[in-house]
């Protein structure tokens, strides 16, 4: 089956500054990658997402980048605000059931 | 247009109980997955279910789990003979119909299960 590495498990920054949080994934036939963000008791929600035949998607000042060869995905966030603390989870899926990495606690520091 | 619906929140149970977490899918939805959640780990994958149907229950442990999502109602996850290690967050999701792709899971809020 699938499996979703990510890392760092936690990251801290200082508003302002740009965060990147990196996931590989095993299975080659995985071609479709969700971002959630899940705040503090609350459910995960759906942040941004990309598929295998696009290399990178942007909103606002959230980007994601996929390299297929390499089965490796990141999402970059710019200019950071204390209301992006959260916990970010990546997945792979597509064809199969989504799954998701350890993720990955940002916390921003204002 | 409701979210995914899930009830009870919190649900709190004695060791040998059993525990029964609902999940009301997006209006036009018809698609249910269910995730275990665990303290500083990711979501588990544990069911996938449509309409009278389990679809996948490979994430699910063969012993005191099952589920349900009848033609009228909403989805069920059942733990029979509850233990301290069944303590967790669940999370229902939900996706569009389609015939191929798990794409676009739209998440309910979690119940929280606790087993004194």
């Known amino acids: 089956g699938e499996n979703v590495e990510q890392h760092p498990s936690t990251l801290s920054v200082q508003e302002g500054d740009s965060a990147v949080i990196k996931c590989t994934y095993s299975d080659s036939a995985s071609n479709y990658f969700p971002w959630y963000k899940q705040e503090l008791g609350k459910r995960p929600q759906l942040i941004i997402d990309i598929r295998s035949n696009v290399g990178e998607k ?7 980048t996929l390299n297929k060869t390499a089965k490796h995905f990141s999402l970059h966030i710019t200019e950071t605000q204390p209301e992006d603390s959260a916990v970010y989870f990546c997945a792979a899926g597509g064809s199969y059931i989504p799954t998701f990495g350890r993720g990955t606690s940002l916390i921003v520091h204002p | 247009n409701a979210g995914v619906m899930q009830n009870p ?8 109980q059993e525990a029964r977490l609902r999940c009301s899918p997006m209006k036009g939805h018809s698609h249910v997955y269910w995730y275990r959640q665990l303290p500083e780990e990711g979501l588990k994958f544990m069911v996938y279910l449509q309409k009278e149907n389990i679809i996948d229950e490979s994430g699910m442990p063969k012993e005191r789990f099952s ?10 996850l059942r733990i029979q003979q509850v233990v301290r290690g069944d303590s967790a967050a669940y999370f229902c999701a939900s996706s569009p119909p389609s015939s191929t792709r798990h794409e676009k899971l739209f998440f309910g809020s979690g119940t ?5």
């Open chain 2, 9 to 16: 929140r919190h649900l709190v149970r004695r060791r040998g």
């Open chain 2, 67 to 76: 589920a349900e999502f009848p033609k009228e109602g909403p989805s069920i």
């Open chain 2, 112 to 116: 929280q299960l606790s087993v004194l």
């Open chain 1, 58 to 64: 942007k909103d606002q000042r959230i980007a994601v």
